[in-house]
């Protein structure tokens, strides 16, 4: 049967303590890496976590392909309803059809973007974590991890030896 | 100093600039209030008299409502320049000036977007634009030029007003965190739930990063688009291929000086001193004074080609445009835009604030007045000379122009004390990296 588990967020001053934190946290056997937060884009974190690469791009470059076919195609539709001649242009005229096909392209990659960000980072989300603390988005970097009941202590001091202030969490699981 | 900032000192500063304005303010936001409300008197004036209460008539059909079209379309090309081109480039000391220049992309282009509207007389015919079946199965023809112009502005103003809200994002998470009551709950749906969580970090870094990648060609297309408004049509002076070009120079080259124009006075106002350092205003100067010399080369490189082609209606344009009835719009043209941002070789111009000041303000009447020449110009003496005629703007388009300027700095002032007028986010960066941030 396991017991009550305990949540603790180490917060950091210094982003390399948080990435020693981080990095500790993960070799340790003991301890559970819950999240990390930090007030800015972290390149050392990001390594330190192992994180792959994001998806967003993907999400771009669809829109993007999807925004020139969109573009160019609605031209010449719009061209094709009449079939005139006007200023000796033919009908369906690449040059000025690539142009809106660009501009299109532009838009819809956009939209990609925006929606392979929301997507990708679980966005909106209007319940925050009960295990937060408001200074994560002012100065300070967050590492947050579990472990069982007993081993409380033993977190706390890790923490503390790698330079940060603890914050206690209840967690009712199991 | 950049050494002196912290993360705190950063939030701390932005934060005071959003306490409850005094009554300055307020005094200041009545009075653009009143001149937005005689721009719109002004409009409804002419929508109910009609477009002859305008002094546009033959020959020149584009007055001054193109002319503000254009000029804010190019005062809203800077913000993508510093946010999205120099950031591209890795250039830090744009930093503490991004958002403000963001958010006058996006107000610059509402206020640009305006005119085209005003211009159409009969206002409420706008649908006729857009894409859809009407009653008469009419559709947009996509191989005009005006309509290319549809389509990049409202893509402009779509993807503008995205990347100024995302790249807020994780600052209005940070006034969130340090609000209370109903100024929180606005925060909270603002923020969209933004933690700083290292996984919200990893999407949210490659996003912006395409974003940037992605508004830079359409900041240059934007106004090689405006551009081809004139030079697609067969009239002396604007069917050139320099157009493009030229007009995206010209309107970074505004665009810098509108920044220079904000900066200063907020940099003041707000005691922004240790974040808008004298440095990074300097670095502006300088980039105006390369501008404003690609400006000058296109100039030159117009009367160049006048006189190099032999075609005598050509050569004839380009000296009335020296010597004729425009000339002195044309001399101040020249003198605001490629002569005086000289002044900016000089350190102590460029480090001298008040002087800085007085210059962004010539060179964006400079740049006010060459649409002005370029617009005007070529139709009011174009090929037969029976047919030229000279332009005078007519008290209702000052009224609505004066009434656009209102609008712009309007929702400049609102956004100033509502919104954190500095990117606390790329502050932090700036600070966190070696404080690379002009200080």
């Known amino acids: 049967m396991e017991g009550e588990k305990i949540c603790l967020m180490g917060l950091f001053r210094d982003e390399g303590q948080a990435v020693s934190a981080v990095r ?80 299109f392209t532009i838009l819809f990659a956009v939209f990609g973007n925006v929606i392979g960000l929301i997507t990708q980072a679980r966005l909106p989300r209007f319940k925050i974590y009960t295990e937060y603390d408001p200074r994560l988005t002012g100065d300070r970097y967050g590492v947050l991890a579990s472990c069982d009941a007993p081993r409380r202590n033993a977190l706390s001091l890790f923490f503390e030896t790698k330079g940060a202030k603890v914050k206690p969490f209840k967690r009712a699981s199991t | 100093m950049a050494e002196e900032l912290t993360f705190e000192q950063i939030d701390k500063t932005v934060f005071d600039t959003l306490r409850p304005p005094d009554q300055g303010y307020w005094t200041l936001m009545g009075l653009l209030f009143l001149g937005v409300l005689a721009g719109a008197g002004c409009w409804l004036y002419q929508i109910f008299k009609g477009i002859g209460v ?24 800077s913000g993508t320049l510093i946010s999205a081109i120099l950031h591209l480039f890795r250039a830090g000391w744009t930093n503490p000036i991004a958002r403000a220049a963001e958010t006058m992309t996006v107000f610059a282009v509402c206020t640009a977007g305006l005119f085209p509207f005003i211009h159409l ?82 999407h949210y870094a490659r996003g912006y990063l395409f974003f940037a990648a992605l508004a830079t060609p359409l900041a240059i297309s934007v106004h090689s688009v405006v551009s081809w408004d004139f030079a697609l049509s067969v009239a002396p002076g604007w069917h050139t291929t320099i157009f493009a070009p030229y007009f995206v120079a010209g309107a970074i080259h505004s665009g ?112 006010w007045y060459e649409r002005f020449v370029i617009i005007i110009g070529s139709v009011a003496h174009d090929f037969i000379p029976h047919a030229w005629g000279l332009y005078r703007p007519t008290a209702v388009e000052f009224g609505i122009m004066i009434g656009s300027f209102c609008l712009f700095f309007l929702l400049f002032a609102l956004f100033i004390k509502h919104l954190p007028s500095v990117s606390m986010t790329k502050m932090k960066e700036s600070v966190h990296h070696g404080g690379h941030h002009g200080g």
């Open chain 1, 24 to 103: 500790g946290l993960k070799d340790s056997g003991e301890f559970h890496l819950e999240r990390v937060h930090s007030p800015i884009a972290s390149h050392d974190l990001d390594d330190a976590l192992g994180l792959p690469k994001s998806k967003v791009g993907w999400f771009t470059l669809a829109g993007g392909i999807i925004g020139f076919f969109s573009g160019f195609l609605l031209a010449v539709f719009t061209a094709t309803r009449w079939n005139m001649i006007v200023s000796g242009k033919p009908v369906v005229a690449l040059a000025p059809f690539f142009i809106v096909g660009f501009e």
């Open chain 2, 256 to 367: 810098l000086a509108m920044v220079l124009a904000l900066m200063i006075p907020l940099r003041k106002f707000f005691r922004y001193e240790k974040i808008i350092t004298v440095k990074v205003l300097e670095s502006v100067a300088k980039t105006i004074v390369f501008t404003g010399l690609i400006v000058g080369f296109a100039y030159g490189t117009e009367y160049f080609i006048a006189w190099y082609s032999r075609n005598s209606i050509e050569m004839e344009t380009f000296r009335w445009r020296a010597f004729g009835d425009y000339a002195p719009e044309y001399w101040i043209m020249v003198i605001c835009n490629t002569i005086i941002p000289l002044l900016f070789l000089f350190k102590k111009v460029r480090t001298h604030l008040r002087l800085m000041f007085v210059i962004s303000i010539i060179v964006n009447i400079g740049m």
């Open chain 2, 121 to 202: 007389g009969r206002v409420w015919l706008v649908h006729y634009m857009i894409p859809i079946p009407n009653q008469r199965l009419l559709w947009p023809n996509f191989q005009s030029p005006l309509m290319f112009d549809v389509v990049a502005i409202s893509t402009y103003l779509t993807v503008s007003s995205l990347f100024w809200y995302t790249g807020m994002l994780p600052d209005l998470a940070t006034i969130r965190d340090r609000s209370q009551g109903m100024r929180r709950k606005i925060f909270s749906i603002l923020s969209l739930g933004w933690t700083g969580e290292l996984e919200q970090w990893r």
């Open chain 2, 54 to 77: 305008t002094g546009q008539n033959n020959p020149v059909h584009w007055g001054t409502y193109i002319i503000n079209f254009v000029f804010w379309v190019g005062i809203a090309h």
